[in-house]
Structure formats: structure tokens, C-alpha cells
């Protein structure tokens, strides 16, 4: 055995290796195979004569209703466009683009509130700057608690997706645009919070240790300290989730009026799939765009 | 003494800012919110009441009044409908998993950039002559088609699978599994672009093929951070999963819908607290994943 071939055996050997790890693959390996093998995914068959004649019955229907059964014109489904977004089309792309922003918008204030209660550099009785003199149990506990139950609340507000918080909240509030802002929020809320508070914990220490040293209080060095030190990250995290905002606007329309979703259904109910089809690309326009702008702000704000 | 000059241009970010708060009150002003629409009538208020009450004392058997003697008991129902889930998520993630990593690969420009630098040099082999030209191009492809498969929320593509083949299991399963891949890619593509690459470099100087290049060069510097997102995916199909059931699918969301219009609101808390249980067991095991991986 050469020397080479016996360093490459050494350190195969040496390798790290962690029966955690190891465990994880097998069990995301066996779930996986199991979900295939016993979800009846595949008891129907995926394609039959029966299904291939319902996919050509729907390609048929998604051509514009006035050139169904012709020859494509381009004049025409201009003309059928048009109609649809001045009907209503335009509307209800502006109202979905609406409910996203306000939505990221109102999640973000929400985050930036509750943030910094779960974070545990800050939510303690010395923030960023041990005491002289030893706290007082009670005192300590108190604040583990407040950190316990923020993290908790957020994990709630992000396990439960947008579109269930929307049910639940129109059932609530009726259907105006507010159930839909308000879930979206709730869930994003959750998320930004979450990684807003690991953010806040891995802040360098001297800037807000020596404000504390300086006798700051704690809104104090939360608005002059943590506030800038955390903006930009801030900002990224805010576009990354607006993104999803976009593309969930248009989905909790289908529980209610007002955005694209609310026509996609609508059109879906009457058989109308050009419509339907029409909508869901005016949808996916929106997210094309708002991708783009967000990329944008994303690189404005990491350079600066 | 004379006043500092206070003429500094507006940064960016202060711009982004206005920008934000510009949008906030368009978007209010275009959906008509009004703060004062937010404070329910007495109506709403019971109703809340009522509602979030419940979030203290879940349901542990069924509520209403006549339940049927064989009826599966209600926690019993919540485990399967829990199983079903994981079931509906865990099936997704395969495919999406092997497109995403297929399209991320390719819509990276890990696998051509050295070889287009190269090409310029004079003779090379017709391998490094044919990625140098068509890299660029296969990667914008690659690139446009994950755009393309996530501009589409995986409930829409559900809805046009409805309409296009009939409700079966399997379409379920492919309309998470389309967006996911576009996402999966999109940022499969920017971890691998960002790992650094002196080994790839050094393998491909040794005259390593762009496969194993990629294989033993890029893929485990890369590789703890896929991981991480992947299953940061996986919770993400859990809730998608769950909430196909509003569309008829034997998901958690079939029951949430059932319960609530039952108004069982206890029900509709347990099915709830089961869907957060898996959320937060696979965020626990995302974190404990992550922490050996990085050490």
C-alpha cells in the first residue's frame, strides 16, 4: 500500500461523522418512499383515455371565448383582453398588488414590535452589558418567560398558513380586504419576527454595550442602537417575503372579493377557463414584476 | 461660525424607505382600510370570543350532538389526517427536489464560467469549447423555466390541474411539487454560484469532468446551506399540504374547513395545534440538522 493510498484511508477513517446526521437521511429517505408507496398516489392511473380527453376539452376552452373553434387572431383576443381588464381585470391586479403591500407592510411593524421580546440579548433584566452586582432570580425569570411566550406567539403566527388565517379571519371580520391583509400579516409577521430575533441576537456587542455603559435605557438603545445596526438585513428579509406576499395575494382572493383570486374562482365556477387562465396570468405577470422590483430594492439596500 | 453645509444628497435606502411608505398608503387608500372597520361589532365580538376562547381548551372527542357510534375517535382522525399531510409534503418533495437540483445545477454559472475565461486561451478540448458557448445560454433557460414554474402559486396550479384532468391525489402532489422545484432551483443556483471555489478550481486544473467537478468541488460547500433550505421547503409543503384539504384533499385543511363551518371552534383548535406541532418538529430537527452540518 503506498503512502498516498494509506493518508486517503487515514483520513477516510478520521472523517467527521455523526449518527444524527446519518439517522436524518434514512428517515427523510424512508418517509419519502413511504409517502410514494403508501399515499395512494399512484392506486389511479396518472393518464388514461378518459383524462386525455378531458385535458383536450380544457385546451380547447382556455382559447379566447370569441376565437373558440377559429382561427387565431391577434386583433381579437386584444379586443377580448382588454374588455376583461377594463372590466375587471386591471382592478383586481391593482387590489392584489394592494393587499401584498399592506400586508408585508403591517407584518413588518408587527415584527418590529415583537422582535425584540424574543430576543434574548435584549429581553433580559442587564441587556448587552452584564451588571455589577448579581440580578435577582425572580427578576431573570420574568424575563425568560417574556422571551418563552414572544417566541411561542411567533411560532404560532408562522406555522399557520396565510390562506387558513384568511378563513378564519373572515368568518370574523366579513368580507372586506382586511381579512386577507390581516392573515397575510399574522403569518409574515411570524416569520420576519422569528428572524428578526436571531438577527438582534447575533448583533456585535461594544455599540450597545457601551450605550448601556452611557446609562441608555433599553428604548433607547433599541431605537439608536439596534435600529440602525439591524436596518439593511431588515430591509432584505422585508422584499424576500413581500415576493411570497405577491404570490398569496392572488391565492386568498379565492376565499373572498377582491383580489385576482376572487376572478379565478369566479370563472372556475362558470367553466369560463380562457378567463380563468387569462387571470392566473395576470397573476403570474405580477409576481414576475414584483420579483424584479424586489431584486432591485434587494441590491439598493446592499449597497448602501 | 458657520453651519455645516447640510445639502447631502438623499441616500438610497432613504429613498427605498419613502418608496415603502409611499406604497403603504396607496395600498390603503386602494383597498378602502379603514382602521375603525377593524373593530368588530357586538356580533363579531362573541364571535371572536367564541373562537379564540377555544384556543385554551382544544377538543380531545368530538363536539356536536349526534355522532355516529363507528366514528373514528377525534384525536385518532387528527393523527391520520397529521399522516396524510406529511404524506401529501414528503411525496412533493422528491420531484421538486430532483428538478430543482437539476435546474439549479443548470441555471448556475458554476459549471461553464471558468470554461468561457478558458475558451479565449487557444486550443482546448471540444468538452470546454462546447459549455464556454452554450453556458451562458443554457443557464438563462434554466433560469427562466424555475421563474416561470414559481410565478405560479402551488394552489392555482392545483386549480388547473382540477380543471384540466379531474381531482386525483397525484395531481396534488405534482401542484406542490412545480413551484417548489422553480424554488428550490432558484436558489439551489445562488448557494451554488456563492460556495467558494479554489477546489472546484483545483479539481478541474487536475482534469476533473464538469460532473465530478460539480459532485466533489461545488456540491459540499455547498451543501449544508441546500439542506438547511430544503427543509425549510419541506415546512413549507406541510403547510401547503394542509391546506390542499380546503380543496378536498384528506389533509388537516379538509378538517380545519369542516370543523369551523360546523362552528366546532374546540375541533378546529385541536387540528390547529396538530398542524404547529409539525411545523415546529420539523423546524427542530432543521435546526439540530444544521447545527452538525456547520460544526
Redo the contacts between chains.
Keep these: 500500500m503506498s503512502d498516498a493510498q494509506r493518508t486517503i484511508d487515514r483520513l477516510y477513517a478520521e472523517r467527521p461523522r ?1 449518527r ?2 446519518a439517522l ?1 437521511a434514512w428517515l427523510a429517505t424512508a ?2 418512499l ?3 408507496l ?5 392506486r ?1 392511473p ?1 393518464w388514461n383515455s ?2 386525455a380527453a ?2 383536450q376539452r ?2 380547447g376552452e382556455i382559447v379566447p371565448y370569441p376565437l373558440q373553434g377559429r382561427d387565431w387572431n391577434w386583433a381579437e383576443a386584444a379586443a377580448w383582453f382588454g374588455d376583461l381588464w377594463r372590466d375587471h381585470l386591471g382592478q383586481a391586479t ?2 392584489t ?3 401584498s ?2 400586508a408585508i ?1 403591517l407584518a413588518g411593524v408587527l415584527a418590529v414590535l415583537l422582535a425584540p421580546w424574543a430576543a434574548r440579548n435584549f429581553a433580559r433584566p442587564d441587556p448587552f452589558l452584564p451588571e455589577p452586582r448579581p440580578v435577582g432570580r425572580g427578576r431573570r425569570g420574568l424575563w425568560t418567560a417574556v422571551v418563552v411566550v414572544t417566541r411561542a406567539v411567533l ?2 403566527l ?4 396565510g ?2 388565517w384568511a ?2 379571519l373572515l ?4 368580507p ?3 381579512p386577507l ?1 390581516l392573515a397575510l400579516a399574522l403569518h409574515n409577521a411570524g416569520v420576519l419576527g422569528k428572524l428578526t430575533a436571531d438577527m438582534v441576537e447575533n448583533l456585535e456587542g461594544p455599540t450597545l454595550s457601551s450605550l448601556r455603559g452611557l446609562g441608555a435605557h433599553r428604548t433607547q438603545i433599541a431605537v439608536a442602537g439596534m435600529a440602525p445596526l439591524s ?2 438585513r431588515f ?1 432584505l428579509y422585508l422584499f424576500c417575503r413581500w415576493e411570497t406576499c405577491v ?2 395575494a ?2 386568498l382572493g ?1 376565499l373572498s372579493l ?1 383580489s385576482l383570486g376572487f376572478w ?1 374562482q369566479d370563472a ?1 365556477a362558470r367553466n369560463h ?1 380562457d378567463e ?2 387569462l387571470a ?1 396570468a395576470c ?3 405580477l ?2 414584476v414584483g ?1 424584479l422590483v424586489s431584486a432591485v ?1 434587494r441590491e ?2 446592499r ?2 | 461660525m458657520m453651519a455645516p453645509e447640510r445639502s447631502r444628497p438623499m441616500s438610497a435606502k432613504a429613498i427605498v424607505l419613502l418608496l415603502l411608505v409611499a406604497a403603504g398608503v396607496w395600498s390603503a387608500v386602494a383597498l378602502d382600510l379603514d382602521p375603525r372597520r377593524l373593530w368588530p361589532g357586538r356580533e363579531g365580538w362573541l364571535l371572536a370570543a367564541g373562537f379564540f376562547g377555544h384556543a385554551f381548551r382544544p377538543a380531545l372527542t368530538h363536539e356536536g350532538v349526534d355522532i355516529p357510534a363507528g366514528a373514528t375517535p377525534l384525536l385518532l382522525g387528527a393523527l391520520a389526517a397529521a399522516v396524510r399531510t406529511v404524506a401529501f409534503a414528503a411525496a412533493a418533495m422528491l420531484p421538486s427536489l430532483v428538478v430543482g437540483l437539476l435546474l439549479g445545477f443548470g441555471g448556475s454559472t458554476a459549471w461553464w464560467a471558468a470554461d468561457r475565461d478558458r475558451g479565449q486561451a487557444g486550443r482546448v478540448s471540444a468538452g470546454v469549447r462546447f459549455r464556454a458557448t452554450f453556458g451562458p445560454g443554457v443557464s438563462t433557460v434554466c433560469r427562466l423555466a424555475a421563474a416561470l414554474l414559481r410565478s405560479v402559486h402551488e394552489l392555482l396550479w392545483a386549480v388547473l390541474f382540477l380543471a384540466a384532468f379531474g381531482i386525483t391525489p397525484l395531481a396534488a402532489v405534482i401542484a406542490i411539487a412545480l413551484p417548489y422545484a422553480g424554488t428550490l432551483a432558484k436558489v439551489f443556483a445562488e448557494l451554488i454560484d456563492e460556495a467558494p471555489r479554489p477546489a472546484a478550481g483545483a479539481l478541474r486544473e487536475a482534469g476533473a469532468g464538469p460532473v465530478a467537478v460539480f459532485l466533489f468541488g461545488l456540491l459540499p460547500r455547498a451543501m449544508p446551506d441546500m439542506t438547511a433550505y430544503a427543509i425549510y421547503r419541506f415546512e413549507c409543503a406541510l403547510r401547503a399540504a394542509a391546506v390542499l384539504g380546503f380543496f378536498g384533499f384528506p389533509t388537516l385543511g379538509y378538517h380545519i374547513a369542516a370543523s369551523f363551518e360546523n362552528l366546532y371552534y374546540g375541533e378546529v383548535w385541536t387540528y390547529l395545534y396538530v398542524l404547529v406541532a409539525l411545523v415546529v418538529a420539523v423546524e427542530w430537527w432543521s435546526v439540530q440538522v444544521r447545527r452538525r452540518l456547520v460544526a
Design positions: 455523526s444524527f446526521l436524518s418517509v419519502v413511504a409517502s410514494w403508501g399515499g395512494g398516489f399512484l389511479e396518472a378518459h383524462r378531458n385535458l380544457f385546451l391593482a387590489a398588488l394592494a393587499i403591500v399592506a407592510l411560532i404560532l408562522r406555522s399557520l398558513p390562506y387558513v378563513f378564519l368568518g370574523l371580520f366579513g372586506t380586504a382586511w391583509v436596518l439593511n430591509l404570490r398569496q392572488t391565492v379565492m377582491v379565478i372556475r377557463y380563468m387562465v392566473m397573476g403570474a405577470l409576481v414576475v420579483d430594492a439598493v439596500v449597497r448602501s
